[in-house]
């Protein structure tokens, strides 16, 4: 640990300062969440008809369970569908939960499903841009799943990418509902992720032709569970486990083990026993508080995770009345130390992380070490200590024991004593193109400087049509605007990684820099991200033009332009120059588009309903984190 000027002291500042900037939002999220509580249990208040209505379809025994309020009525709601890998496994859960709940001393329901899209297949495609606002499409239908009022507390199944922030930011509209999510777990290991990185590359120069993508592709992506590189969908795992709302150890357990279904099986009565009939009456707007939020953070930093998680954890603070900032984002990240190396920020997959110690040995050293709040609420009970524990089936019962102390692959997972890197693995940079994201985990050192001439395009595709053209030689940064959450939804441009890649790897200093998304399995390029304001609300992105020189700084947390300020802004804005949407069902978000907050706030359209504009906008002091940077760099 270190002494008052250091990490410790500068999380709970951060905290603190979330707290000040949140009160009246968050109080009167709370008050809201009593007023709801207070009125004891909802199926008791609804007409005779309205409540034949919430049983018609149960047999006579549960139906008796149901005209009365003693045993808590349990919702399952439910983003399975069989196109997704990571969400195959969750078929067979609602009957598994009914069973698991109704020995625990409630009764549950099927309350309503939630779509859930791939962002693997809408890759570079139409779709790709509803992606970002299927996670409020998500917590809409969450929502309306919940409103029938026949219920004490609720599962959540999903996995990947925008679901479970959906799912999340539904369930807190219901703050004085209990709440568990339960995970479905990664696929086993498949090809080397970095055997299909070098295939992708040797693709984009036409080394190799369609049958060995789509065979190696296929050897990666082989079976039910998540994905197994550490992209959006296994940091909202364990974002998940680190904010308190999985049972402890639940996240990477491989789906259709024992272990597996022993996990689903206890999470099903946890929930029965923490709502208000219980005596552990635990709503999930009690748990997701400003510590919560803060412990996201941090884990989100200390693995190198997910660049989208700037943004849904900022979405998913509101919902719960808090105002978390980008500059939070940064100024954590200055203290909280790089601890693993999960693919793309190394070669090893969450697999490996999981034998390696995983989220118990991280979750460990992250409090050994100060970093985290232990005195927070959880599904499992209070303190975070609990999740350092290991789950194991035992004699046909599942148990939890101590769990790792110390890492069993240095490569994958180190102790907070020798990290990676003294800093998290996500930088937010500023200057007079705007602020961005980047993520600097899986970037070499020598790369994290570019200063080059930019490059400007309106879509990925043009970017491509360039590259594979030949025209992209010598140093550049690549500009790609028109792709924030106003212009077009704010798709992801993974596609354009592995030419990226290739141009890097040929001696070229390359960034990219974009009011769109790249992807949490993004990496090796310095990549300035979501970049605020955007070039469809008139952002200084949009009077970039070719030739400008363009420098990206991770080391000093700037990006800039070098051109006259009066020049700048003399320049005309190139603004929504994209054709009306249609097709792929774009046409059915226009409403989404007008309508989206900014990346900083969210990028949602509940922006203006949760009355948290003023505090999300008003940039926060920065901490005087000087003794700390001195330590950091000596």
């Known amino acids: 640990m270190t002494g008052p000027s250091g990490p410790i002291t500068a999380i709970q500042e951060i905290t603190d300062r979330i707290v000040a900037r949140s009160v009246t939002t968050r109080t009167a999220y709370l008050e809201r969440v009593s007023e709801a509580i207070d009125t004891g249990a909802a199926r008791g208040r609804l007409g005779c008809a309205n409540l034949a209505h919430g049983f018609a379809a149960m047999d006579p025994q549960e139906k008796t369970v149901l005209r009365g309020v003693t045993k808590p009525n349990i919702a399952i709601v439910s983003a399975y569908n069989d196109l997704l890998s990571a969400h195959k496994p969750f078929e067979d859960y609602p009957a598994r939960i009914k069973k698991s709940v109704i020995r625990a001393g409630g009764i549950a329901q099927f309350a309503g499903g939630v779509p859930a899209m791939c962002d693997g297949i809408t890759q570079g495609r139409a779709g790709m841009q509803l992606s970002l606002f299927s996670r409020d499409v998500i917590a809409m239908s969450a929502a309306v799943a919940l409103s029938h009022e026949m219920f004490d507390g609720a599962v959540m199944l ?185 693919y793309p920020n190394g070669s090893a997959d969450v697999n490996h992380f999981h034998a390696a110690g995983g989220i118990g040995l991280l979750v460990r050293e992250l409090l050994d070490a100060g970093l985290l709040h232990d005195d927070v609420q959880t599904v499992a009970g209070p303190g975070l200590r609990r999740y350092t524990e290991e789950p194991i089936v035992a004699d046909g019962t599942l148990q939890w024991r101590p769990g790792a102390t110390r890492t069993l692959d240095a490569d994958v997972l180190r102790p907070v004593s020798d990290p990676f890197s003294p800093e998290g693995g996500i930088r937010i940079v500023h200057g007079n193109l705007g602020q961005a994201v980047v993520k600097v985990s899986a970037v070499a050192p020598e790369h994290l400087l570019v200063s080059a001439p930019a490059r400007v395009f309106e879509t990925d595709a043009g970017f491509l049509t360039a590259f594979r053209s030949g025209e992209l030689t010598g140093d550049v940064v690549v500009v790609i605007r028109q792709q924030g959450p106003a212009a077009n939804g704010m798709p992801e441009l993974h596609g354009l990684t592995s030419a990226l890649g290739v141009m890097q790897d040929r001696g070229q200093r390359v960034a990219l820099v974009t009011d769109g998304r790249m992807s949490g399995a993004s990496g090796a390029i310095p990549a300035a991200i979501h970049v605020t304001p955007e070039a469809a609300f008139g952002g200084p992105i949009s009077r970039v033009q070719d030739g400008d020189l363009i420098t990206l700084d991770c080391l000093s947390s700037t990006l800039t332009v070098d051109v006259d300020p009066a020049v700048l802004a003399a320049r005309p804005a190139v603004t929504r120059t994209a054709a009306p949407a249609f097709g792929a069902g774009r046409e059915l978000f226009a409403a989404f588009r007008a309508t989206v907050g900014p990346a900083d706030l969210g990028a949602s359209v509940f922006t203006d309903t949760l009355g948290l504009n003023a505090g999300a906008t008003t940039s926060s002091p920065g901490l005087d984190l000087t003794s700390t940077d001195e330590r950091l760099h000596a």
Request: hydrophobic letters at 40%.
């Open 158 to 342: 999903g996995v990947c990418d925008k679901i479970v922030p959906g799912l999340l930011i539904g369930a807190l509209a219901f703050g004085h509902l209990p709440t568990v999510l339960i995970p479905a777990g990664p696929m086993t290991s498949g090809i080397p992720n970095g055997e299909k990185a070098r295939i992708r590359k040797q693709f984009e120069q036409g080394l190799v032709d369609r049958q060995t993508l789509l065979d190696t592709e296929a050897a990666s992506y082989h079976g039910p569970g998540t994905c197994t590189f550490y992209g959006t969908a296994n940091s909202n795992q364990l974002l998940m486990e680190l904010m308190g709302l999985h049972l402890p150890g639940a996240s990477l357990p491989n789906p259709g083990t024992e272990l597996r279904d022993a996990l689903t099986d206890a999470a099903a009565q946890r929930i029965a026993r923490i709502t208000a009939q219980g005596h552990e009456y635990t709503p999930i707007g009690h748990v997701i508080d400003e510590k919560a939020v803060v412990n996201g953070v941090v884990g989100l930093l200390a693995t190198g995770g997910s660049t989208n998680h700037t943004i849904h954890l900022v979405a998913i603070a509101r919902a719960a009345g808090i105002a978390l900032t980008w500059d939070d984002i940064s100024d954590l990240g200055r203290v909280v130390p790089l601890l693993s190396r999960i």
